[in-house]
């Protein structure tokens, strides 16, 4: 079994600054992309930013800049700085990631969630 556990949600003030982190845990061989999705109330979940295994990244136009997409391979972790945040931010964040287990083809596994709510 694979499982993503997420954290580092909560309540922050417009202008504030939360970093959440999403382990991977299990047995595999190895996690290919990794990526943060997130879904607002009444709208359709949304990529947010996402990291390949070698470290590029790529992230929607309404974060870039504000937010910061790494990853730990040693901890199979990645995370998500989150800067400048305003209430348009407010969603649960999701991660997802790829994962080949061995003698398994490769899946992609999501996390249970965890809410962010910019307000003042």
């Known amino acids: 079994q694979v499982q993503l556990v997420e954290s580092g949600g909560g309540l922050v003030q417009p202008g504030g600054s939360l970093r959440l982190s999403c382990a991977a845990s299990?047995?595999?061989?190895?996690?290919?992309?990794m990526g943060w999705y997130r879904q607002a109330p009444g709208k359709q979940r949304e990529l947010v930013a996402a990291?390949?295994?070698?470290?590029?990244?790529n992230y929607a136009d309404s974060v870039k800049g504000r937010f910061t997409i790494s990853r730990d391979n040693a901890k199979n972790t990645v995370y998500l700085q989150m800067n400048s945040l305003k209430p348009e931010d407010t969603a649960v964040y999701y991660c997802?990631?790829?994962?080949?287990?061995?003698?398994?083809?490769?899946?992609?596994?999501w996390g249970q969630g965890t809410q962010v709510t910019v307000s003042s």
């Open positions: 990291i390949t295994s070698g470290g590029s990244t």
């Open positions: 299990g047995i595999f061989s190895s996690i290919y992309d």
């Open positions: 997802n990631a790829d994962i080949l287990r061995v003698g398994v083809s490769r899946q992609i596994y």
